[in-house]
């Protein structure tokens, strides 16, 4: 596609239930970003992928989120066991992220994925 | 702990003035970015400035970098109603072979301009 594409737009889940989110990221992208946004709050950084591996995975906050990558292309970002304080937007974003290029680090975001957890 | 932070945290003006928002940072910098946000969904690319830049223009955007005192900033010229968004600055960090990776952002600054 065009641009990013994250699925499902918003999702509602009961707690103690696991969800998982969805990024398509651009074509030839080989970078891959997913960060979480509080309301009202700045970006945090949860995991990075250069292809299918991630070599930066600082930012999950437990051993509750997991994240993959297949193809170097779509990425899922699984959180199980959900808690209320898990809700949030999720953003993904990809960049070309080839090289040491200025442009390559240009990031290119997803609507994101409102999570609700009730 | 936040690579970059936004002052001030809201900025609110009348159209037609000018909006300054600032970005401090405190590790070295290849390039600094700055993004905005409608109604809390996906960010937007704006500009990029690299390390050896000093200033930069887009349109109504003006971007000013001083690597010394380690700040940004982001001058909006004649602003509008539709620029009324949350904007942040963001640096790429880390990775290994001199490539840049871990887009990290500030808490942002939320803009109203009021018509």
């Known amino acids: 596609g065009a641009g990013v594409s994250q699925s499902p737009s918003n999702k509602v889940t009961e707690k103690g239930k696991d969800v998982e989110l969805r990024c398509d990221p651009i074509s030839g992208h080989t970078a891959l970003y997913w960060y979480r946004q509080s309301l009202g709050q700045g970006l945090e950084f949860l995991i990075y992928f250069q292809g299918n591996s991630a070599p930066d995975k600082s930012g999950l906050p437990s051993d509750r989120f997991s994240a993959e990558r297949t193809g170097g292309s779509v990425s899922t970002l699984t959180i199980q066991r959900t808690q209320q304080e898990d809700s949030a937007v999720y953003l993904c974003?990809?960049?070309?992220?080839?090289?040491?290029?200025?442009?390559?680090?240009?990031?290119?975001f997803g609507q994101g994925t409102r999570l609700t957890v009730v | 702990s936040q690579q970059g932070e936004e002052d001030p945290q809201a900025l609110s003006i009348q159209e037609g003035e000018n909006a300054t928002m600032n970005c401090s940072y405190k590790t070295s910098i290849n390039n600094l970015q700055w993004y905005r946000q409608n109604s809390g969904r996906g960010l937007v690319h704006l500009i990029l400035i690299r390390s050896n830049e000093r200033e930069k223009h887009s349109g109504r955007l003006r971007v000013t970098l001083d690597t010394s005192k380690k700040s940004s900033s982001l001058l909006i010229t004649a602003s509008r109603a539709a620029d009324t968004a949350s904007y942040f600055c963001a640096t790429p960090r880390g990775g290994s072979g001199g490539s840049n990776y871990k887009l990290t952002f500030g808490k942002g600054t939320l803009l109203t301009v009021n018509p």
């Open positions: 974003a990809s960049s070309l992220g080839i090289g040491s290029g200025h442009k390559n680090t240009e990031a290119f």
